[in-house]
């Protein structure tokens, strides 16, 4: 239902004009963020002695007549520049401000035309809702959830911090392979150890500035040893390099053994190092330097971790260069 306004004040008949009050432009919606300033403006041309009220249509209230503000709400001004132009002003806007406003004229019939405030919320992640970092067994199943509130409602995606593809499930779809993934819970089924990593889960309404939060998804499982060369030869005097390559989480224990149980310790001649190429991968080197007769044989490269163990097995042996057929001793 239509509903009108009607206030009536002395219109002072001997300065009416002998044109009816007319709106120049129409009055157009407002859309502000929660906390920012709105402001209505209506320009009326041959006012004369008629007055201009703000209603909020959809409250029933009239707000201000003409210079004088009615309602008891400090955070609302009115202006005028003394031609044809009035501004309302609402500072500091509260989500209660949302709604129909009017600009009216105390004509016979009123005169009147209305604009919508609308009230927009950036978004916010709901922490207590909102998943935290995540502990999986290789093969097992994580739901990861993210929780956001503004206005209007955010939309959430999901990425890899990497880049890399998502394997997520899609509802009776079985499985799919996509970069960024919508809506509040991701679900991971069958995990492996390539979809550990920082998954970033981002909110967005289309009101500056979108959110996110980074979870973090483990993968737990044994140590996995591959060795990339288990026979290597190297001439007497020589430096020579013993490679393994270890997967492993969580972080395991690394270390080198000779084939008898012997630990070898890091000295002048036997350098240990470990570098990392993932979250869970990591190369083990021991670089024998000055090769002596006694280096020869027998070599294991040990990975512990919570989990399980693993080792690789690596036989040195050594080569004469001076001669074309070379011999070989263990």
Not at 244 to 250: D, K, L, T
């Amino acid at each position: 239902k239509r509903f009108y306004f009607l206030f009536l004040f002395p219109a002072y008949g001997h300065l009416v004009s002998a044109f009816e009050p007319d709106f120049v432009y129409p009055l157009e919606n407002v859309t502000v963020a929660k906390g920012r300033d709105a402001t209505f403006t209506c320009v009326v041309n041959n006012l004369g002695g008629y007055r201009v009220a703000w209603i909020k249509a959809d409250a029933k209230a009239i707000l201000a007549i003409h210079e004088h503000v009615i309602t008891n709400n400090g955070r609302l001004s009115v202006t005028h520049n003394d031609y044809n132009t009035w501004t309302l002003v609402i500072r500091n806007v509260k989500m209660e401000d949302r709604g129909v406003y009017m600009c009216q004229v105390n004509t016979d019939p009123m005169k009147m035309q209305t604009a919508f405030l609308e009230v927009v919320i950036p978004p916010d992640i709901i922490y207590e809702e909102t998943s935290g970092d995540m502990m999986v067994p290789e093969g097992g199943s994580a739901k990861l959830i993210c929780k956001a509130r503004g206005y209007p409602k955010p939309k959430i995606v999901w990425r890899r911090e990497d880049g890399r593809e998502i394997i997520a499930r899609n509802g009776t779809h079985g499985k799919m392979k996509a970069t960024i993934v919508e809506g509040e819970m991701l679900s991971l089924t069958k995990v492996t150890r390539s979809e550990m990593g920082a998954y970033m889960c981002i909110a967005s309404n289309g009101v500056p500035p979108s959110v996110s939060k980074r979870l973090k998804l483990q993968v737990h499982f044994h140590p996995l040893i591959q060795v990339p060369n288990q026979l290597v030869g190297a001439p007497l005097g020589t430096d020579v390099t013993l490679i393994c390559n270890v997967e492993a989480s969580p972080k395991a224990i690394n270390y080198w053994q000779r084939e008898n149980g012997e630990m070898i310790i890091s000295n002048e001649r036997y350098l240990m190092n470990e570098n990392e190429s993932s979250m869970y991968a990591v190369q083990m080197t021991l670089v024998i330097r000055k090769l002596h007769k006694s280096d020869m044989g027998g070599y294991k490269c040990i990975s512990k971790n919570s989990i399980g163990d693993a080792e690789g097995t690596i036989r040195l042996y050594g080569k004469f260069n001076a001669c074309r057929n070379c011999v070989l001793f263990f």
